[in-house]
């Protein structure tokens, strides 16, 4: 366990170098977010299924930062890895696949749990300020089991592209043009049930509207989809990229730039 504690305490460190952009933008981000969307325009909004817009803004936004951040962390490393050349002394120690994948999956969920609490935090507070009562989870064991395979998963979608990736623009494209629309998509700032029924069935598609509405459901109680179907396919999600991000880095290059 040598050598996946010493890269996972690495990975740690690493982000925790730059806590400006790990913690301070997330938490700049979260306020504008909440108080542009959630205090300027809730007031408009009708209410979801009981929830007030406000409420029903801050589970969206936990993931939108968790499963970015986790995909940043993860990917970020290895292109700096590759760059420096470190990748290659890594792939000469004496760790394993399963090692590297595991120690990098499990640092990109910790800065994406970290990002998410944040948000939390900061919508709590701006539901009490607003309406006089804190955001209490309503399913502990449904918002953990979603956070934790969000965070893995993208993790290793990080680590997957990142490995095939050859220049820092390719991986800032799968982010903008991937990664961001079916995010945005994924119904983190409305419900799908206002949606035309064609887009309704379009919206459905997209994996990551299984996520955000179980951790939807794990903090309101509320989702626009079957949590025991967002949790399957949340798992089968979670096989299919570890098996892409092992495949990854068996095949993929590990040359310096």
Not at 95 to 113: C, F, N, P, Y
Not at 192 to 221: C, M, T
Not at 239 to 248: I, L, N, P, Q, T
């Amino acid at each position: 366990m040598t050598g996946f504690i010493t890269i996972f305490q690495r990975e740690i460190a690493r982000f925790l170098k730059v806590i400006v952009q790990t913690v301070i933008t997330p938490f700049v981000s979260s306020f504008l977010y909440l108080l542009i969307f959630g205090v300027s325009l809730g007031e408009q909004m009708q209410a979801h299924q009981g929830v007030s817009y406000l409420a029903f803004l801050i589970p969206g936004l936990m993931m939108m930062g968790l499963i970015n951040n986790a995909f940043q962390n993860s990917s970020s490393s290895i292109v700096s890895s590759k760059f420096s050349g470190d990748m290659e002394d890594l792939r000469v120690a004496p760790v394993t696949d399963q090692e590297i994948i595991w120690a990098m999956s499990l640092g990109a969920l910790v800065r994406g749990t970290l990002v998410a609490v944040i948000t939390y935090i900061v919508g709590s507070l701006f539901m009490y300020y607003q309406q006089g009562t804190w955001l209490v989870i309503v399913h502990p064991f449904a918002t953990l089991f979603f956070l934790i395979l969000a965070g893995l998963i993208f993790g290793m979608i990080g680590i997957s592209i990142a490995f095939w990736a050859t220049t820092f623009d390719q991986l800032s494209a799968f982010s903008a043009f991937i990664l961001l629309p079916l995010t945005y998509l994924g119904g983190v700032f409305l419900s799908i049930e206002h949606l035309h029924p064609f887009w309704q069935a379009v919206s459905k598609a997209n994996p990551l509207l299984y996520l955000i509405n179980g951790l939807r459901f794990g903090i309101l109680g509320v989702s626009d989809v079957n949590v025991w179907t967002a949790g399957v396919i949340s798992l089968i999600g979670f096989a299919v990229f570890y098996g892409v991000a092992r495949w990854s880095l068996k095949k993929g290059s590990f040359q310096r730039w």
